[in-house]
């Protein structure tokens, strides 16, 4: 079985109550559904911090001043479009002041445009509780690494 890295950036958004912001994909190959934040591949020349605000923008039309220079390295292992991609994504944080801000998505190719299907911010607490697969399956490991003084840092089960 060959695998493929791609460099890529992701951003973990939280709005002013602490929900997170996650993009519901459609997988053109086999038409399945996954949640996953905002992001994409980094390009030639580009720092992976300058790619996880483009990808922001381009995304969700949200503010990419917001994305914060603090990342983590996440290791990813998931099937997409009937390829695996494996390896380590940078992970941002930006933080927004609104409640559930709109997202706006005309900065996209045909081919993203076409995979996103709908948004949702969702509580910090319950990712697991929406319909699909999240990815990366372990979003609040991500926000205790991010955000440490977040409301998740006392959660129960955590240790």
Not at 2 to 8: G, I, K, L, M, V
Not at 22 to 39: A, K, Q, S, T, V
Not at 117 to 126: C, N
Request: proline content about 12%.
């Amino acid at each position: 079985m060959e695998s493929t890295h791609r460099p890529a950036s992701r951003v973990i958004c939280l709005d002013a109550s602490r929900r997170l912001l996650l993009l519901r994909r459609r997988d053109p190959f086999d038409g399945g559904y996954l949640w996953e934040p905002p992001g994409g591949g980094i390009e030639r020349g580009e720092t992976p911090l300058a790619a996880a605000r483009r990808e922001l923008a381009e995304e969700t039309g949200l503010d990419p001043a917001a994305v914060l220079d603090r990342s983590v390295p996440v290791d990813r292992d998931l099937w997409w479009n009937g390829r695996r991609y494996t390896g380590t994504e940078r992970f941002f944080v930006a933080e927004f002041a609104a409640e559930r801000p709109p997202l706006v998505r005309t900065g996209l190719l045909p081919d993203v445009q076409a995979s996103l299907d709908t948004y949702e911010w969702t509580a910090w607490s319950a990712p697991h509780s929406l319909p699909d697969p999240v990815e990366p399956p372990g979003p609040l490991a991500i926000l205790d690494a991010l955000v440490p003084d977040g409301p998740w840092r006392d959660r129960p089960g955590k240790g």
